[in-house]
């Protein structure tokens, strides 16, 4: 039952399944919560409108007694009727307000407060009507009673001054112009109480009438002959005039009274009613709002409570999907990746499940064990080749040997037929070589044993290369032939560039090759961020795409797997009509993967190709097995130097060939003859020696390797224990090309190294280089050590050979007098470079390393405290004569010493590294104690110049 319900047996299918349940369950419980949210604030919303919707209604019954009042005032100061009629229907509208809100209102509070608002503009209404009747009667007296008064008086006036003209009185017309004068005025000051009345101007309209009367009385004194009648008349109307003006001020304040003390007395109330009323509906409103929130609030409460249960829990089902579903898929598609990409070194997951990825794992388990028993199958075909190769190198050495003498024909004893013939031998052998070496090649990758060579270099060197090599043959052809570079390329790139060069040279040698009219093309460019790879450690924002683009036959859909493959094309017609044996795409994708890139090929039958190879653009450390170069020639430079026939003859030279295989041994006799003095032989390296113990003049020896008693190791090594042997030139030969062979031969003491088989241009050059120096008269091996033109003085041999006792002896040689010291060490070779540096550390303070010039000087940059410099001097890229000259020429390293290394110990070597500025110059292999003593010497005399700087001579 338990095994049941445990989910690690069930299905895939039935966990997802159930994740996915689970989650909708959750979904639906969710749901639910928020619709009674939804409910709960709807309900609340509805409250919230309804108190709402009271207080915009107490708003607007506020808002129309405001311009209720505002009205009152507007008609009280312009009496225009209008505006009456405003007020009037203003008062309707606030009736039918308080009618509706009366009606609605279920509060006792603000009922009653509804009710004494309705009493109060009743009798607001009220007062407003007596208002209207007041002011009326105000108006009346003004425009009726003063206005007549005035009127009939000035009538009186005008008749009384026309009588006193026709008399010629002077004086009572001037009396009646000052009475005219002072009604006028009266009739103004009325006029204006009337539009601003106030007691200032009652007042002073007071006054004016009792100037009004005064005058008066002087012209009816004055006027003594005239109409009594008329006399009388104006002493009543002045009368009639004062008492209508009191009358007006009367009306007027009783008038201001009822508007500004009883009627705004009854607004002031109102006003006072309704903000009562807005302050109990918007506290109301303010309850009903808190009310809301809070249900809004523990709605949204309990929907976080959910939501994030839901979210931990999709969390933990993604988790557990993840951890039991996703990561196993993901894990099992890296390693099958891995074994589809040839590496075998890779665990299955997911074994002993129960579910689809445990039968996978069992499947590609099983998968695995075949790519094993594949791989040990092509491992072991690879190991067979790569002996093989030995043996068909050995007897392909005598045959390219003497078929290129035969060729020279410098006898001139042969027919122009049989020169063609030798030709076409040498030819053949060639191109058997070339197979060898590509059959070498594949084995060596397939077995594991090619080295990667990491180099950084621009990318202009590689355009001007593919140029140089491919346009003149597309021109033959008549194609269009280009290389471009993105702008967005980097500067430089980090990877096995000769590797890479070798896989491009392959596709344009192929695109040219299958391309009969049109175009070659290619294009160097970051790779597109969308672009998708086989090879999961390829990072599309981090690798750089070589695509070369042709116009040729291309390659059908359902052939194009097949092109990658060893010995195999698109088609066995293809092979009789261009020829090739196939195998150089499948080293292609061999040296790709080796070093960390991938190829895609796009092609459609008839339309051309594009093979495109995507690398990083900084090769990753763990595809990283060596950073060692052989010191090879490009392949054009090569080309060129093998075209020249070396022409070489010193019959005083005598050169000893030692090798097992009597042909190669027939083979170099013939070719060396005539050329040099006297040819010595020996089978192996135990009678090398007792020849050399014979003759003591042999110039240089051809060594083989492999050869039985003693091989060529062994015998290179027991010779350079001798010292008068210590400086001659051994050139190492061996049909075993495989990586490392070319160090092993020479740290056992070589010379040089040349791999069989040797074409007879490099090997005569080979001697040339060696036999135009001069010999060493002395066999010393000791160090010679310069400071300037002055030669130092050399110190004792400390040991007899004892490598321990030599170590302890050395530790006591006073470096630097006790100051901290940093040594530099700089060689091509890392074995070197590790047993120096580890020889060494024991002995100095610090000890830096750097694999050529180029990056001794940046190290030396980077450290300016460096005390000496043990320099090789054959190295890729810069060599140690021009660091030495740049260090010379660079302030701050021109006083750093300087002890120069270099496996070719001739005097000219010498002299070459002294002249280039180092301080002293020994040959390799290196004597340990005499290169710390020598470094003592330099050491101690930088130290002495330190204290006592020598004087400037100029």
């Known amino acids: 039952m338990k ?184 009739q103004r000051d009325a006029l204006r109480f009337l539009t601003r009345p106030n007691a200032r101007l009652v007042r002073d309209t007071k006054k004016r009438l009792n100037d009004l009367s005064s005058a008066l009385e002087r012209l009816v004194k004055h006027w003594r002959g005239g109409d009594p009648q008329v006399a009388q008349q104006l002493k009543d109307l002045s009368g009639q005039f004062q008492q209508a003006f009191n009358g007006m001020v009367q009306a007027t304040r009783a008038y201001m009274h009822l508007v500004y003390v009883v009627m705004g007395g009854e607004a002031a109330q109102i006003g006072y009613l309704a903000k009562k009323l807005k302050e109990i509906s918007l506290k109301e409103q303010g309850l009903v709002e808190q009310d809301m929130s809070r249900a809004v ?69 099983v998968f695995k064990e075949k790519a094993d028993e594949l791989a040990n199958a092509s491992r072991y075909k690879s190991e067979f080749l790569a ?92 194609l269009v032939f280009d290389v471009s570079l993105d702008p967005t390329l980097p500067a430089v790139m980090v990877t096995d560039w000769a590797k890479m060069e070798q896989i491009l040279r392959n596709f344009l040698s192929n695109a040219v090759k299958f391309t009969e009219r049109g175009y070659v093309k290619v294009h160097i460019a970051p790779t597109h961020r969308g672009q998708l790879f086989m090879n999961p450690e390829l990072d599309p924002g981090r690798s750089i795409a070589f695509s070369v683009e042709d116009s040729g036959i291309g390659i059908p859909h359902n052939k194009q797997s097949q092109v990658f493959e060893a010995f195999r094309q698109a088609d066995g017609t293809t092979s009789r009509k261009y020829g090739g044996t196939g195998l150089g795409l499948s080293i292609c994708r061999k040296f790709a993967d080796l070093i960390g890139g991938e190829i895609q090929l796009q092609s459609e039958e008839g339309r051309g190709a594009t093979f495109t190879l995507f690398l990083p653009v900084k090769m990753p450390k763990a595809l990283i097995t060596a950073t060692v170069t052989d010191g090879i020639v490009d392949a054009p430079e090569m080309e060129n130097k093998q075209q020249d026939i070396v022409h070489f003859e010193d019959q005083s030279r005598v050169v000893l060939v030692v090798d097992d295989d009597r042909r190669n041994v027939f083979a170099l006799k013939k070719m060396l003859h005539g050329r040099v003095g006297r040819v010595l032989s020996g089978s192996n390296g135990l009678q090398a020696l007792d020849v050399l113990n014979e003759h003591p003049d042999v110039d240089l020896v051809f060594m083989d390797i492999m050869m039985p008693e003693m091989d060529g190791y062994q015998a290179m090594e027991e010779i350079r224990r001798q010292i008068r042997f210590r400086h001659l030139p051994i050139i190492a030969l061996t049909a075993k090309a495989m990586p490392g062979d070319r160090e092993r031969c ?134 140690g004569l021009e660091a030495i000259r740049q260090m010379r020429q660079e302030p701050g390293m021109d006083t750093i010493p300087v002890i120069a290394l270099s496996a070719k110990s001739l005097f000219e070597d010498q002299q070459v590294c002294m002249d280039a500025g180092a301080n002293a110059f020994m040959g390799k292999p290196v004597d340990l104690q005499q290169l710390v003593e020598c470094m003592a010497t330099l050491l101690n005399q930088a130290s002495q110049d330190k204290i006592s700087p020598s004087p400037d001579i100029s």
């Open 3 to 186: 095994a049941r319900l445990n989910p690690l047996h069930m299905s895939i299918g039935a966990r997802i399944f159930l994740g996915f349940g689970i989650i909708l369950a959750l979904l639906i419980i969710l749901g639910v919560v928020g619709n009674f949210g939804v409910d709960s604030a709807a309900r609340n919303f509805a409250d919230y409108g309804e108190s709402n919707q009271q207080v915009r209604e107490v708003l607007a019954l506020e808002r129309n007694v405001l311009d209720l009042q505002r009205g009152v005032l507007a008609y009280t100061y312009s009496g225009y009727e209008g505006l009456a009629e405003r007020v009037r229907d203003l008062q309707k509208v606030l009736s039918q307000q308080m009618v509706e809100a009366r009606s609605q209102v279920v509060d006792p509070e603000r009922a009653k407060i509804l009710e004494q608002m309705d009493a109060h503009f009743k009798l607001y209404a009220g007062n407003f009507d007596a208002a209207v009747e007041e002011r009326h009667l105000r108006d009346e007296m003004a425009f009726k009673q003063l206005e007549n008064s005035g009127d009939q008086a000035l009538e009186l006036l005008e008749k009384i001054h026309r009588e006193m003209q026709f008399k010629g009185d002077e004086q009572g017309s001037a009396l009646v112009n000052l009475s005219r004068m002072q009604l006028v005025l009266v």
């Open 746 to 879: 020479l740290s056992a003491g070589a010379s040089d190294y040349l791999a069989k088989p040797v074409e007879a241009d490099t090997l005569l050059r080979a001697l040339s280089d060696w036999m135009s120096k001069p010999k060493i008269a002395s066999a010393s091996h000791e160090p010679v050590i310069h400071k300037g033109q002055e030669v130092l003085p050399k110190v004792r041999i400390l040991a007899d050979g004892n490598l321990e006792k030599s170590l302890d002896q050395l530790k006591e040689i006073n470096l630097g007098q006790g100051q901290s010291i940093t040594v530099l060490v700089v060689d091509d070779d890392m074995r070197n470079t590790f047993s120096l540096a580890h020889a060494l550390q024991k002995l100095v303070d610090r000890v830096l390393m750097a694999r050529d010039g180029r990056n001794a000087l940046s190290e030396l940059r980077k450290e300016p405290d460096v005390d000496l410099v043990i320099m090789d001097i054959m190295m890729p890229h810069m060599d």
């Open 297 to 365: 609030l523990d709605t949204e409460r309990m929907i976080e409570v959910v939501s994030l249960i839901t979210i931990l829990l999709g969390l933990f089902l993604a988790w557990k999907t993840s951890r039991g579903i996703s990561s196993p898929i993901r894990a099992m598609t890296h390693s099958l990746t891995n074994l589809a990409r040839g590496r075998r070194n890779v665990e299955i997951p997911g074994k002993g499940r129960s579910d689809e990825i445990g039968a996978m794992a069992m499947a590609a388990d």
């Open 387 to 478: 002996n093989m190769s030995h043996e068909l190198r050995t007897p392909l050495n005598s045959l390219l040997i003497l078929s290129k003498v035969l060729s020279y024909n410098e006898a001139r004893n042969l027919t122009q037929d049989q020169v063609e013939s030798a030709e076409v031998i040498h030819e053949s052998g060639s191109d058997l070589l070339r197979l060898i070496n590509d059959i070498l090649d594949l084995s060596k990758v397939e077995a594991g044993r090619m080295e990667v060579v990491v180099e950084e270099r621009p990318f202009a060197t590689l355009q001007h290369t593919i140029k140089r090599l491919f346009q003149p043959i597309a021109m033959e052809r008549n």
